[in-house]
Nanobody, 118 residues
Framework: QVQLVESGGGLVQPGGSLRLSCAAS????????MGWYRQAPGKQRDLVAT???????NYADSVKGRFTISRDNAKNTVYLQMNSLKPEDTAVYYCNLRELVGLLQNYWGQGTQVTVSS
């Protein structure tokens, strides 16, 4: 059983910062990609950023230069540092772990709300 537990969401004013964390536990392959997705009301779930074990990252154009993804492989934890937040960043943010070997399992966290509003 794989669990992804997110933390760090909340309410922040435009221009502010938040840091999300996601800790993975259970049995999964170390050869994986971890990332963050978000879903605003009435919209589909979209990629925010991903990072592989070796550190290679990928970002959505809308967050480049503002968000930074990182991971601590020893702790099986991924982080998302969000700076210069905008109202359009408001969404539920979901942590994801996708195995790159074996059965290519895909796991999701329960989501954490991020609200950017004055």
């Amino acid at each position: 059983q794989v669990q992804l537990v997110e933390s760090g969401g909340g309410l922040v004013q435009p221009g502010g910062s938040l840091r999300l964390s996601c800790a993975a536990s259970g049995n999964f392959f170390n050869y994986n990609v971890m990332g963050w997705y978000r879903q605003a009301p009435g919209k589909q779930r979209d990629l925010v950023a991903t990072i592989v074990r070796g550190g290679l990252t990928n970002y959505a154009d809308s967050v480049k230069g503002r968000f930074t993804i990182s991971r601590d492989n020893a702790k099986n934890t991924v982080y998302l540092q969000m700076n210069s937040l905008k109202p359009e960043d408001t969404a539920v943010y979901y942590c994801n772990l996708r195995e790159l070997v074996g059965l290519l399992q895909n796991y999701w966290g329960q989501g954490t709300q991020v609200t950017v509003s004055s």
